[in-house]
């Protein structure tokens, strides 16, 4: 059974941690190749949260849940509280068109590409990306 529940603090440091530990939590459930895919779009995700949500105050938690259903896992990462709304959707760019050597640009566009089905809105008072990856056939 995978752990359903994580938070992690708004800094950069915390990324890399996070999503370690829920790839561990996943990767015999989703296999080798889409275990990659899961590990380079959640550190994306969590990375573009700690950078550009803007919460009303800098020390509110990031909380992710994990759903497990027969055939998939879908990660859902709620901005801190308060972070104005921001849809990934409108502001991707097409990785063909970013100049190889921009420091930065591709995130979004990586997340679009790595998950197999991706939602973004409001959830309650917060905004909420939902990331679903389809399991490995057992």
Do not use: W
Not at 53 to 64: C, G, K, M, N, S
Not at 65 to 76: G, H, L, N, Y
Not at 84 to 107: C, K, N, Q
């Amino acid at each position: 059974m995978i752990p359903n529940r994580y938070q992690m603090k708004n800094k950069l440091e915390d990324v890399t941690p996070t999503v370690m530990s829920l790839k561990a939590d996943v990767c015999v459930a989703l296999g080798a190749s889409t275990t990659v895919r899961f590990e380079i779009c959640l550190s994306e995700a969590l990375t573009n949260v700690v950078k550009h949500a803007q919460p009303t105050t800098p020390d509110e938690l990031i909380d992710v849940t994990v759903q497990e259903t027969s055939d998939a896992i879908s990660v859902e990462i709620f901005d801190p509280a308060g972070a104005v709304p921001f849809d990934l959707r409108d502001h991707a760019h097409d990785l063909e068109t970013i100049d190889p050597l921009a420091e930065s640009g591709r995130g979004l566009g990586v997340i679009m590409q790595c998950a197999d089905a991706l939602d973004y809105g409001p959830s309650g008072d917060r905004n909420r990306l939902i990331l679903t990856f389809i399991k490995a056939i057992q």
